[in-house]
């Protein structure tokens, strides 16, 4: 299970940050994905950590603004969002994956509820 918090009103140009926290899974055996999904858009790849903490892939539209981080003894991946975007409103979504294409969801087999973004302009 996978269970995603941190969502919420953000004004543009402001920061939030996105919490995803594991449970049921060992945790530090997975690498972590974060995706969003704006409505009548395909989900699409916003951040990645590989399990050890060590490697991480951000899409081009979150790289210099965004970090994501795992603790892998608390169980839990953060999106730390800065800069923020109107085009960054969206369903955030974190995901857990073994292996396979980073960018892609069907690399994941482990998904959270998602937990939405809204900005203000």
């Known amino acids: 299970?996978?269970?995603?918090?941190?969502?919420?009103?953000?004004?543009?140009?402001?920061s939030l940050?996105?919490?995803?926290?594991g449970s049921g899974?060992?945790?530090?055996?997975y690498n972590m994905g974060w995706f969003?999904?704006?409505?009548?858009?395909?989900?699409?790849?916003?951040?990645?950590?590989?399990?050890?903490g060590r490697g991480t892939?951000?899409?081009d539209s979150a790289?210099?603004?965004?970090?994501?981080?795992?603790d892998n003894d608390k169980n839990t991946?953060?999106?730390?969002?800065?800069?923020?975007?109107?085009?960054d409103a969206a369903l955030y979504f974190c995901a857990a994956s073994l292996g396979g294409r980073v960018t892609d969801t069907v690399s994941y087999s482990i998904w959270g509820q998602g937990t939405l973004v809204t900005v203000s302009s």
């Open 1 to 14: 299970l996978m269970l995603a918090s941190g969502g919420g009103l953000v004004q543009a140009g402001g």
């Open 17 to 21: 940050r996105l919490s995803c926290a």
């Open 25 to 29: 899974l060992t945790f530090s055996r």
């Open 36 to 52: 969003r999904q704006a409505p009548g858009k395909e989900r699409e790849f916003v951040a990645f950590i590989r399990w050890s």
């Open 57 to 59: 892939v951000y899409a």
């Open 63 to 70: 790289k210099g603004r965004f970090t994501i981080a795992r």
């Open 77 to 87: 991946v953060d999106l730390q969002m800065n800069s923020v975007k109107p085009e």
